[in-house]
Every structure is written in C-alpha cells, then in structure tokens.
C-alpha cells in the first residue's frame, strides 16, 4: 500500500518541485536584494562597519550559489564536488541552509539603525520579505524531502523533480546498495580464479583450501644424492681413502 501511494506520488510531485523550485530562485533573489540594501544602508559609525558589510556580502554570494544549484545548470559539478546539493540527495541541506540566511536577515532588523526610518518602508518591507520567505521555504525544502522520496527504491525527491514518474527507472544506484555494492568491490579478489603451474586455473570454491599447493613431501626430504655421498668415500679414480688407523697422530706415543 506504501509503495503504490508513492508511485501515485511521483506525477504530480514533479509538478509540485518544480513549482517549489521557481519560489526558492525568488526567495534567493529575494535575499540578495536584502543584502544589497543593507550593505548600501550600512552605518559607518561605528569601526567595525568593514565587517558587517562582509556579512551581508558572503549572504549574498551563498544565496547566489545556492540559486545555482537550483537552476539545471552544473549539474555534473555539483553531483561531484557538492553532493549534499547533487540530484542524489534530498533537499535537507538546502532547507538549512535557507532557515540559516532567512534568520540572519531577521536578525538585522533588530538594530535601530535598520529600522523603518533608517531604510525606507521599500527597503525594510523587502528585508522582511526576505527572511520570512527564507523561513517558510525552508519548512517547505525539508518536508517535501521526505514525502516524495522513495527510500525502498532509493529515489531522492531531486530525482523526482528532475525525472518525475520515471526516476526509478533511470538506472541511478540507489543509496541502500552502496554499503553492498562496497563490500562486492572490497571482496572482489574473492571472485578471481588464481593461476598455478601445479594445479591450473582454480576456482573461487576451491582457492579456500591453500593459497600456495605446495606439496609437503616435495620439500619436507629431499631425495638422497648418492653421487654427492660417494665423493666422501670414494674420489673419481676409484681410489679408497686411506685408513685412519695408520695416522700418525693415532700412533702410540702420541697418545
């Protein structure tokens, strides 16, 4: 019942991301202009403006790479280098990275010098659209995460929204094999015949006996070399050795 109510899912979840796909390029949009304005509004009163400009100038870049990500562009290099933002992966990252930004615009408005009067009622409406819709799309990003992803199947709902209806079939390696699919790669030399020049080609079955079909009696005695033993009894003429008993060191007064 579970897997038919995500099949039914997967149409119309293609329409639905992508229709939250076009509310997270404005909200990114959105803050961008937010940052803008508050970098042009900036107070120099204090020293430390230089580092509250830099602030709002790294919100703009991050939210200009995560708008990016959400256009079909780069895919191969984010699919690389930033796998949590890849189509193999759910919207969790991006969904935190939203509530991240929507709350750092927030926070903004809390200075008096960010206020209605400093910024206009255009910019301040603006700053708070921002935040509030970072905020609201971010809830949005991480539910939508788990209600069209097909864990059984290891479909991500980047995959639905890129592929829809047909995502389980685009051959994509799911998730819940890699662990398996690591192991095969890890015992793979378990598969591989070994080559012996006693024995042949043998089979994996057969290689868990002994790596090395070294045969004990072959090496464990060697076979007596009657020619090496003789040369200490007899020399190559055919001549005995003399007797040990005629020695002059086993002579009677040398005893």
Not at 191 to 205: F, M, N, V, W
Request: hydrophobic share 45%; charged share 20%.
């Amino acid at each position: 019942m579970k897997a038919s109510w995500r099949a039914r899912l997967a149409g119309p979840g293609y329409v639905i991301l992508n229709g939250i796909r076009v509310i997270n390029i404005i909200t990114f949009l959105d803050i961008i202009a937010a940052s803008v304005v508050m970098l042009v509004k900036i107070s120099l009163t204090s020293g430390f403006f230089f580092f509250e400009a830099v602030t709002h100038a790294v919100t703009a870049g991050v939210s200009i790479f995560l708008l990016i990500s959400e256009l079909p562009w780069l895919c191969s290099y984010f699919d690389r280098d930033w796998p949590l933002l890849g189509h193999n992966s759910g919207f969790i990252t991006l969904g935190i990275a939203m509530f991240m930004l929507g709350a750092g615009v927030l926070g903004n408005l809390n200075r008096k010098d960010m206020g209605q009067d400093h910024l206009g009622m255009t910019f301040w409406q603006i700053v708070l659209s921002a935040g509030v819709l970072a905020l609201v799309m971010s809830t949005i990003n991480f539910v939508s995460s788990f209600v069209f992803a097909d864990g059984e199947k290891g479909v991500t709902a980047r995959q639905i929204r890129i592929y829809g209806a047909v995502a389980g079939q685009k051959g994509e390696i799911p998730r819940t094999g890699s662990h398996r699919t690591f192991r095969l790669s890890m015992k793979r030399e378990d598969t591989l015949p070994i080559y012996s020049p006693q024995a042949g080609r043998k089979s994996p079955t057969d290689r868990n006996s002994t790596r090395f079909p070294l045969k004990i009696e072959k090496i464990s005695s060697p076979p007596p070399n009657d020619a090496a033993s003789s040369r200490y009894s007899r020399d190559e003429s055919g001549i005995a050795p003399p007797d040990l008993a005629h020695h002059p060191a086993l002579k009677g007064e040398y005893i």
